[in-house]
């Protein structure tokens, strides 16, 4: 349990920052509100994920579950009444995942938070009843098992991340379009994929 | 130096891309130097010979630090982590255009993609306390 904990500790933190970076990517081809909207949700995930990386633990959990329910009801009702219509699928579905699992994450930390925060006896006699039970991990084992998690994690982001990114309208310019080509030997112009 | 996720990190990426720069070298024979559309890595990763020449020492620094100490790994790590999170938010607005110079294509977001968060994540999240710095 305690070691699965330790792989699995940084994978909300991971999924903000690959939940940022779809939505920063949305913002890249979006227009107007939405831009703006995506542009700020992009950078706050990117934000909360690094601070909350540095900080161990997913920081403001309340606000960010109420930020993240908010974004998640705001996208199905825009999606549903089409006001995403020019948006693409894939990318809109993996940022909402992203979020969801976020949201999922923060919401556990803040139960936890209320649950440990009924006093400081009750959190100290529940320290001092959990710590002799558990036998401290050696320091090497730890280390491996939160690298272990990180790249588990990175990879599982990226793979969700990636496509998603690709399949976004700046994405999908970044994709080299049919064969590879040789200098001087420039292929066609498509206006059409140049912004 | 099993001790530490920095280390360890920074060790094997640094490894990795320095391992990465040497190969691409192999299949950029023909191409410019900043050319936006490079050669095939392992049929993949679309590299040119500037790219090459960043694998090499992004490579290089990692592994540099890896084998220094926790403090070096740590603090190349986070830069390292943070330079290629940027690089991947960047390289959608600048694709398509003629600053698109690092070829960027699907696989190679994916490689820096995973490799941001691995190196942001151990640099900034993992041995937080200096007590560590002794490792």
């Known amino acids: ?195 | 130096m099993k001790n530490s996720p920095n280390r360890i990190a920074a060790t094997v990426f640094g490894a990795v891309y320095v391992l990465v720069g040497l190969l691409g070298f192999a299949v950029t024979g023909g191409v410019d130097f900043i050319a936006t559309e490079g050669g095939l890595l392992l049929g993949v990763f679309a590299v040119n010979p500037l790219h090459n020449i960043a694998h090499l020492a992004i490579g290089a620094a990692l592994l540099i630090a890896g084998l220094s100490s926790v403090g070096a790994a740590k603090t190349v790590n986070a830069i390292v982590g943070a330079a290629y999170l940027l690089l991947g938010v960047v390289g959608f607005f600048i694709a398509g255009t003629p600053a698109n110079i690092l070829a960027l294509n699907t696989a190679d977001h994916f490689l820096h993609l995973a490799s941001a968060i691995v190196l942001l994540g151990v640099g900034v999240g993992a041995e937080r306390s200096a007590r560590v710095a002794t490792a």
Not at chain 1, 45 to 51: D, R, S, T, Y
């Open chain 1, 1 to 195: 349990m305690r070691a699965s904990a330790t792989i699995t500790r940084t994978w909300p933190m991971l999924a903000a920052l690959g939940g940022g970076l779809v939505g920063t990517a949305l913002a890249a081809g979006a227009g107007g509100a939405p831009q703006v909207v995506l542009a700020g949700l992009g950078v706050a995930a990117l934000g909360w994920g690094v601070l909350s990386l540095r900080a161990g633990r997913p920081l403001a959990p309340r606000i960010v579950l109420a930020a993240s329910v908010g974004a998640l009801v705001l996208a199905g009702g825009a999606a549903a009444s089409g006001g995403l219509a020019d948006v693409p699928g894939l990318p809109l579905a993996a940022a909402c995942v992203f979020l969801a699992a976020v949201a999922l994450s923060v919401a556990r930390a803040a139960r936890g938070a209320r649950g440990a925060g009924r006093g400081p006896e009750a959190s100290a006699a529940a320290r001092s009843t959990a710590a002799p039970s558990t036998a401290a991990p050696s320091p090497a084992s730890e280390a491996r098992r939160s690298l272990v998690g990180l790249a588990v994690g990175a990879v599982l982001v990226a793979a969700l991340a990636t496509p998603a990114l690709a399949a976004t309208e700046a994405g999908r310019s970044a994709v080299p379009h049919g064969e590879h080509v040789a200098p001087g030997d420039e292929a066609p112009v498509d206006p059409a994929h140049h912004h």
